[in-house]
């Protein structure tokens, strides 16, 4: 049975959701290992529209366990309405399992991630304000916060006073806010510990086990390749590894346990937030993307900045992730359009560069070289094998599969759990 981890390849919102959730019973563990609630997983179902910013998408298949990493920071109360505002909807399960090691996402946190960006004024990252990038900071600065200190309640008091006695400093003195209070920090987050101390196990344990045991385990990303703290266009990343590696420290399995790297990305390219956008449109085709494609954020509603296919962004995700399929999303939006610009080098002021330069001020000078491909105008999104697409459509995504240096095993041509064509299996 293999066991498969799920990348974004672009700047997120590449439609990791559905991809994880369309490889369905098969999966016998759904498992989150970077990021937190900024990210937003959409899922439709029967015409049915679920999203997910903190439990894996597998949570939507009965057979499937779900499992949050100890790589993921959890804010408690979105857990706990997450988990209510699916059993509302009929989805009651008693996963999610929880890694013991996991951080926890304190309310100090959001409001740290909200005055900061309002202090970097024009210089801001754009975030989603959720907390996760301080609360990834105090995990490597070593005074976060994790599940298991929730059961040892002393421990819990001495951690967030030694967390909020340096924050409070800065709360008041630099960003002129009220101080926050250790007591009312800890007694909110005890007023979660018995509630979820059934979820808590250790993680590593369980999956390596699940390995052992032949079980299908699928590792899914948030957030996305170029997002990476470290390989992604940093400063204007999160704080975590969603790369394929990140699986192996987020979840804690070795790397030879991972069979397959799937990556995640769409026909053409949107971001959300501040950071540089060789192919980002600023006109009429920019707002087209977006209104066919629905380009607003599942977390915060932000319009996504939108923009043609660029295949120097997905490469160099391939190689880093040694892609071994990538699943090419929302090919049905670029429908309609007569021909369809796809960017295969980038000139920076006067060089060409076939792959993504080395330094982040290379990029931010680089435009887009593009070769213009023929569009088609046929409704694709019955379609459900390769041939089923028109010529065009084909031609379109075999040469993507030309110019990233992966084959494209499977499309997306809808929202919807079953509107995918599958040229290879993944499982
Ligand atoms: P994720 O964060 O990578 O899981 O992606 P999001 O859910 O944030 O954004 C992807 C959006 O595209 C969602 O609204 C999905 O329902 C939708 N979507 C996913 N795949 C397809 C597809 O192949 N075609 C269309 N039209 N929509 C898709
Ligand atoms: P999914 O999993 C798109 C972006 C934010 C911001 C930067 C840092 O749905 O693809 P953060 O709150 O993480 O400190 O913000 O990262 N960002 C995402 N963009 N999709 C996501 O997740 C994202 N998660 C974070 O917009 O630019
Ligand atoms: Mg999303």
């Given at each position: 049975m293999p066991s498969i981890v799920v990348v974004g390849a672009q700047w997120g919102d590449?439609?990791?959701?559905?991809?994880?959730?369309?490889?369905?019973?098969?999966?016998?563990?759904?498992?989150?290992?970077?990021?937190?609630?900024?990210?937003g997983h959409t899922i439709v179902v029967g015409g049915e529209k679920f999203v997910l910013h903190l439990l894996p998408s597998g949570i939507l298949n009965p057979n499937t366990v779900t499992v949050i990493g100890n790589g993921v920071v959890i804010d408690l109360d979105v857990l706990k309405q997450e988990l209510d505002v699916l059993a509302s909807r009929g989805v009651q399960v008693p996963h999610p399992l929880i890694s013991a090691n996991?951080?926890?996402?304190?309310?100090?946190?959001?409001?740290?991630?909200?005055?900061?960006?309002?202090?970097?004024?024009?210089?801001?990252?754009?975030?989603?304000?959720?907390?996760?990038?301080?609360?990834?900071?105090?995990?490597?600065?070593?005074?976060?916060?994790?599940?298991?200190?929730?059961?040892?309640?002393?421990?819990l008091r001495q951690k967030v006073e030694a967390a909020l006695d340096q924050k409070n400093h800065l709360l008041v003195k630099l960003y002129n806010r009220r101080e926050i209070d250790p007591v009312q920090v800890t007694e909110l987050l005890l007023s979660h510990a018995e509630r979820l101390r059934p979820h808590v196990v250790d993680a590593a344990r369980v999956l390596n086990d699940a390995l052992d045991a032949g079980r299908t385990v699928l590792f899914e990303g948030a957030q996305a390749h170029h997002l990476d703290v470290?390989?992604?266009?940093?400063?204007?990343?999160?704080?975590?590894?969603?790369?394929?590696?990140?699986?192996?420290?987020?979840?804690?399995?070795?790397?030879?346990?991972?069979?397959?790297?799937?990556?995640?990305?769409?026909?053409?390219?949107?971001?959300v937030g501040e950071g540089p956008f060789p192919t980002e449109l600023f006109d009429d085709d920019g707002d087209k993307l977006r209104s066919i494609g629905s380009e607003y954020g599942a977390t915060t509603g932000r319009k996504r900045r939108c923009g043609w296919f660029d295949a120097l962004v997905v490469e160099q995700a391939c190689k880093v992730n040694a892609f071994t399929d990538v699943f090419l999303t929302k090919l049905d939006v670029l429908t309609g359009w007569e021909t369809i610009p796809v960017c295969v080098a980038y000139d920076v002021e006067g060089t060409r560069h076939d792959v993504m330069p080395m330094t982040q001020s290379e990029l931010h000078h680089a435009v887009p070289i593009y070769e213009f491909l023929d569009g088609w105008s046929e409704d694709i999104s019955a379609a459900r094998s390769f041939d089923d697409l028109p010529d065009a459509a084909r031609r379109y995504v075999l040469r993507l599969e030309e110019l990233i240096g992966c084959r494209i095993s499977g499309i997306g041509v809808g929202p919807g759990r079953e509107q995918s064509i599958v040229i290879h299996d993944l499982l």
């Open positions: 590449e439609g990791k959701g559905k991809a994880t959730d369309a490889l369905g019973d098969r999966v016998d563990y759904c498992v989150r290992y970077s990021g937190g609630n900024n990210a996991a951080h926890i996402i304190a309310p100090y946190h959001q409001t740290i991630d909200r005055v900061t960006e309002r202090f970097l004024g024009k210089r801001r990252i754009g975030t989603t304000g959720r907390g996760v990038g301080p609360a990834y900071a105090d995990k490597v600065n070593r005074v976060g916060i994790r599940v298991q200190d929730l059961f040892d309640e002393s421990i470290d390989h992604g266009t940093y400063p204007y990343v999160t704080s975590s590894n969603p790369i394929a590696g990140g699986a192996c420290t987020g979840a804690g399995v070795g790397p030879t346990r991972i069979d397959r790297s799937v990556g995640i990305a769409k026909a053409y390219t949107t971001r």
